[in-house]
């Protein structure tokens, strides 16, 4: 009943940018907290970075002064902006939100888009 779908990821050299996007759809009543997650093979998932339905953003050290999230909460649609990318930036990244759907107007619920490839090599 809800969904998430990323879009935007590719292939970039080191120092190039990327824009992801991610919209949820379905059932949605509200949407607190919206992030993105990578993993790397081998890897733990970890937190790249998140918005607040208020707006306020944290991130992961790693990624600070590099990358920018952002939210339109018109279009329940979060995006990553990641400018100058280096190789181990390379991952799988998941868009993640913390959202109240219809079907249980009760309490938030996590929902997870299916991943979008990130590769950073020249």
């Known amino acids: 009943q809800v969904q998430l779908v990323e879009s935007g990821g590719g292939l970039v050299q080191p120092g190039g940018s990327l824009r992801l996007s991610c919209v949820a759809s379905?059932?949605?009543?509200?949407?607190?907290?919206m992030g993105w997650y990578r993993q790397a093979p081998g890897a733990q998932r970890e937190l790249v970075a998140r918005?607040?339905?208020?707006?306020?953003?944290n991130y992961a050290d790693s990624v600070k002064g590099r990358f920018t999230i952002s939210r339109d909460d018109a279009e329940n649609t979060v995006y990553l902006q990641m400018n100058s990318l280096n190789v181990e930036d390379t991952a799988e990244y998941y868009c993640?939100?913390?959202?109240?759907?219809?079907?249980?107007?009760?309490?938030?619920?996590?929902?997870w888009g299916p991943g979008t490839q990130v590769t950073v090599s020249s």
């Open positions: 993640h939100a913390l959202l109240v759907s219809s079907s249980d107007l009760s309490w938030a619920y996590d929902y």
């Open positions: 379905g059932s949605i009543v509200s949407i607190n907290t």
């Open positions: 918005i607040t339905s208020g707006g306020s953003t």
